[in-house]
């Protein structure tokens, strides 16, 4: 859920293949914010999987996953090229769920503008 919900929206939005996505700084710098507000509901709920969002860029992403797909397309992406429906609402919407029901305001206590506004922006 941590890399679909970072990784796969970014991409979609903004069209490089997942290797481009950690080529680029602003797009990295992106997919870190993601992963952090995602990792910030999830400790919220009892799960930290990961350090940080920079943790899971430089590390989990950076170096396991992307030797082998760092020029795979995103799902979301094709979707969108394909005129289907995306999972952006079922992935992001489900993290903003889940700190809805923890009780977390995501303007008082944890802040999760980038997962608002790609979720905002697909629509």
């Known amino acids: 859920m941590l890399f679909n919900s970072c990784m796969n929206p970014t991409a979609a939005l903004t069209g490089p293949s997942f290797g481009g996505l950690l080529e680029n700084p602003h797009s990295r710098l992106l997919v870190a914010d993601l992963a952090q507000e995602a990792l910030e509901v999830f400790a919220a709920r009892g799960c930290r999987p990961e350090e ?8 989990t992403l950076s170096r396991i996953t992307f030797p082998g797909a760092a020029g795979h397309r995103s799902s979301m992406l094709q979707d969108i090229e394909a005129r289907r429906r995306m999972a952006i609402d079922v992935l992001n919407g489900a993290i903003a769920e889940m700190a809805r029901r ?3 305001s995501f303007f008082r206590f944890i802040r999760s503008p980038c997962r608002s506004s790609i979720t905002w922006m697909r629509r």
């Open 102 to 104: 923890a009780g977390l």
């Open 52 to 59: 940080s969002g920079q943790v899971h860029v430089d590390g």
